[in-house]
């Protein structure tokens, strides 16, 4: 497949989309993100992933879904393994136009999708677009879509307003409408990154290849976020949240920056001296471990691209 030069888009009416969901033991929020789905003003496809939940989380999930929308994997290969084997479940038989990588701790609006895809209708160079995500059950924006990312200073972050798209470093992929075009020559989400960091390493590669990103602001995605690994912002991040943002930090930073000790050291090091200096111990603990891990095989950081689908 050759993608160097724009190639027709179908009307956004037309347009195919298949919407990935991954649910590892949390089918409640799962459902309620499906019932949300049911309610899309633009057609979809859904697919869920099982990624090694309890045996009984998948039954309930089989009460819900048609035995083809459903992919049990038999343990967590991690938040993004999973999706990419959401992906090439939902191209198996047909590739659609369009993958919705969706979280399912959201519930979306009936328009969100079909915002989505009138905005990559628009940008025919367009590999990716956005949502605006909420606090789930409130009128707090999370993130207008995306945000910026320091390779000198290791630091990241999301924005809560509307910004020119061509400053926005990534997108988030709590909600993230995938061109497949585009997917089809930059290949799929970095297997590395257990969970965290892939999307923001997936638009880097995007725009490298030629690609733009985009915001949908009329797209809105409501979010509970880091459900899996209980993150509780009000008092402090989990030890699971910690280790494995810290291992995925590391990795993006041998992968994308210049000088990977200087934003490691300026960002996760000072991260860790504040958790430090809260006496946040099994927390910071955490954090050591999860840099090591992200360390151990320095041989193994040079780039990488996931398989074609």
């Known amino acids: 497949m050759t993608e160097s030069s724009p190639s027709h888009r179908p009307a956004a009416d037309t347009a195919t989309v298949t919407t990935v969901l991954v649910n590892y033991n949390q089918t409640d929020l799962t459902v309620a993100c499906l019932q949300s789905l049911r309610q899309l003003t633009?057609?979809?496809?859904?697919?869920?992933?099982?990624?090694?939940?309890?045996?009984?989380?998948?039954?309930?999930?089989?009460?819900?879904?048609?035995?083809?929308?459903?992919?049990?994997?038999?343990?967590?290969?991690?938040?993004?393994?999973?999706?990419?084997?959401?992906?090439?479940?939902?191209?198996?038989?047909?590739?659609?136009?369009f993958i919705w990588m969706l979280n399912n701790d959201t519930v979306a609006h009936p328009h969100a999708l079909g915002a989505l895809v009138e905005q990559a209708r628009q940008q025919p160079r367009c590999g990716a677009v956005a949502s605006v995500l909420f606090d789930m059950g409130t009128d707090n924006i999370q993130a207008f879509g995306g945000g910026y990312v320091g390779l000198w200073n290791g630091r990241s972050v999301m924005v809560t307003r509307p910004v020119p798209e061509q400053e926005l470093d990534f997108l988030s992929g709590t909600s993230l409408l995938i061109d497949m075009r585009a997917a089809g020559q930059t290949g799929l989400l970095?297997?590395?990154?257990?969970?965290?960091?892939?999307?923001?390493?997936?638009?880097?590669?995007?725009?490298?290849?030629?690609?733009?990103?985009?915001?949908?602001?009329?797209?809105?995605?409501?979010?509970?976020?880091a459900a899996s690994t209980g993150v509780n912002t009000r008092t402090r991040k989990s030890e699971a949240?910690?280790?494995?943002?810290?291992?995925?930090?590391?990795?993006?930073?041998?992968?994308?920056?210049?000088?990977?000790?200087?934003?490691?050291?300026?960002?996760?090091?000072?991260?860790?001296?504040?958790?430090?200096?809260?006496?946040?111990?099994?927390?910071?603990?955490?954090?050591?471990?999860?840099?090591?891990?992200?360390?151990?095989?320095?041989?193994?950081?040079?780039?990488?691209?996931?398989q074609k689908y």
Not at 201 to 224: N, Y
Request: hydrophobic residues 40%; positive net charge.
């Open 42 to 97: 633009h057609p979809s496809r859904v697919v869920v992933v099982d990624n090694g939940s309890r045996p009984e989380q998948v039954e309930r999930l089989r009460t819900h879904l048609q035995p083809h929308d459903l992919l049990v994997l038999p343990e967590n290969v991690g938040f993004t393994a999973a999706n990419n084997a959401g992906m090439r479940f939902a191209c198996r038989d047909t590739r659609p136009d």
């Open 190 to 225: 970095d297997e590395r990154y257990f969970m965290y960091w892939e999307d923001v390493d997936f638009c880097l590669r995007l725009r490298r290849a030629g690609w733009t990103l985009a915001v949908a602001p009329d797209s809105k995605v409501w979010h509970v976020g």
């Open 241 to 306: 949240f910690e280790r494995v943002f810290s291992q995925s930090t590391v990795r993006f930073y041998l992968c994308h920056a210049p000088l990977p000790a200087v934003p490691l050291a300026r960002g996760l090091g000072w991260y860790l001296i504040k958790r430090v200096l809260r006496g946040h111990w099994p927390q910071a603990r955490a954090i050591v471990q999860g840099s090591l891990s992200g360390l151990r095989h320095p041989q193994g950081m040079t780039k990488r691209m996931t």
